[in-house]
T-cell receptor, first 114, second 109 residues
Framework: DTEVTQTPKHLVMGMTNKKSLKCEQHMGHRAMYWYKQKAKKPPELMFVYSYEKLSINESVPSRFSPECPNSSLLNLHLHALQPEDSALYLC?????????????FGSGTRLTVV | QQPVQSPQAVILREGEDAVINCSSSKALYSVHWYRQKHGEAPVFLMILLKGGEQKGHEKISASFNEKKQQSSLYLTASQLSYSGTYFCGTTYNFNKFYFGSGTKLNVKP
């Protein structure tokens, strides 16, 4: 299995809702990532997990809360989002040392905040 | 801080060639290249780790000039399937991977 699977594919939520994005990989990768991509822009790094521990938080607002329950699963919990948070949220995974080996991306969750 | 790519967009006819450039204001130690089709995941194409390195992937190849802090992606005899947005990327700090600004490629019949 060489895929990163993200669910749901699309999500519409109100500003007072709580929702979660899910990401799963079964490649044995020990690093997992969340990226945010606005239309016609490159993906921007949000969080990095290594060995299920949060190693990088790119000053992301606390309304985004990541969680890595095990080595295959990565969640992004969303609460009290703003319309400007609407974007494509991409999950990626890599072996440790992904900067030398490359990253595998999921196809993303398209989030709309209304 | 992200690498800058040029051109921002290019339109080709099938069979034509293209070059996409990626420049960094900081030292580059490795360069990745990805292609993303609309609404899809970025797909890893190749990685260059050493200055002077060149790599090929079917009719897509890349070079890395470490001294000039640049990389170039070469697409030869383009096919319709090559359409998409191409991103270079690099890691400046440990495990912080930054995508370049992107180049949108449109190959027409």
């Amino acid at each position: 299995d060489t895929e990163v699977t993200q669910t749901p594919k699309h999500l519409v939520m109100g500003m007072t809702n709580k929702k979660s994005l899910k990401c799963e990989q079964h490649m044995g990768h020990r690093a997992m990532y969340w990226y945010k991509q606005k239309a016609k822009k490159p993906p921007e790094l949000m969080f990095v997990y290594s060995y299920e521990k949060l190693s990088i938080n790119e000053s992301v607002p606390s309304r985004f809360s990541p969680e890595c329950p095990n080595s295959s699963l990565l969640n992004l919990h969303l609460h009290a989002l703003q319309p400007e948070d609407s974007a494509l949220y991409l999950c990626a995974s890599s072996p440790l040392g992904g900067q030398y080996l490359g990253y595998t991306f999921g196809s993303g969750t398209r989030l709309t905040v209304v | 801080q992200q690498p800058v790519q040029s051109p921002q967009a290019v339109i080709l006819r099938e069979g034509e060639d293209a070059v996409i450039n990626c420049s960094s204001s900081k030292a580059l130690y490795s360069v990745h290249w990805y292609r993303q089709k609309h609404g899809e995941a970025p797909v890893f194409l190749m990685i260059l780790l050493k200055g002077g390195e060149q790599k090929g992937h079917e009719k897509i190849s890349a070079s890395f000039n470490e001294k000039k802090q640049q990389s170039s992606l070469y697409l030869t005899a383009s096919q319709l399937s090559y359409s998409g947005t191409y991103f270079c990327g690099t890691t400046y700090n440990f495990n912080k991977f930054y995508f370049g600004s992107g180049t949108k490629l449109n190959v027409k019949p």
